[in-house]
């Protein structure tokens, strides 16, 4: 992950340049659900994993298992049936998986339009991450940026209205209203 700037200077009349270390060879990958049950809390369950290194054989992203797990570790927490929209992601439309959601009965799955960033809330949860925890950072080495990235999505976990805002971003309304605040 290259890191995002948010602000730099130089001297009128030049462009900044920013100098990053070369890129790594190891790679993560984090898989989120933005949950909303209605007359709870919003919550954010995500799993982050890293990868060995990618230029061997091992594999580059999630396989589908590790969303098979995700997702029941959801139904778990939540202990409600899920609603899930997922976007076009190979491994979600992967046989495996969908044998696995129709053997499901607390499972339904809706799949977004083809380049529809914008009515994914997931979304709106890495645009938060890179602006705030990720911005302006020189990671000195993997674990760094792993621990960064738990913190940062940790402090997300905590704020519910940071989770409805990614929600009301993409144009869906709640369908229930939340409950207020003793």
């Given at each position: ?98 044998a696995f959601?129709?053997?499901q009965d ?77």
């Open positions: 992950m290259t890191p995002p700037t948010s602000r730099t200077w130089s001297r009128r009349g030049t462009t900044p340049v920013i100098r990053v270390r070369g890129r790594s060879q190891r790679r993560f990958s984090i898989a989120a659900l933005c949950c909303y049950k209605p007359g709870e809390r919003s919550r954010l369950i995500y799993r982050p994993r890293r990868h060995a290194d990618h230029k061997s054989a091992g594999r580059k992203s999630f396989a589908w298992t590790e969303y098979r797990d995700l997702l029941i570790a959801a139904h778990q927490q939540l202990d409600a049936p899920i609603v899930l929209i997922w976007d076009n992601l190979n491994v979600h439309k992967d046989r495996r998986m969908r959601i129709d053997a607390w499972l339904n799955v809706y799949y977004l339009p083809s380049y529809a960033p914008d009515l994914n809330p997931v979304e709106g949860i890495w645009s938060v991450l890179r602006r705030t925890t990720q911005a302006n950072t020189a990671f000195t080495d993997p674990s760094h940026l792993i621990r960064r990235l738990r913190h940062g999505l940790r402090q997300i976990q905590y704020r519910s209205d940071i989770i409805d805002g990614c929600l009301t971003g993409t144009g869906l309304p709640p369908t229930t209203p939340r409950l207020q605040p003793q």
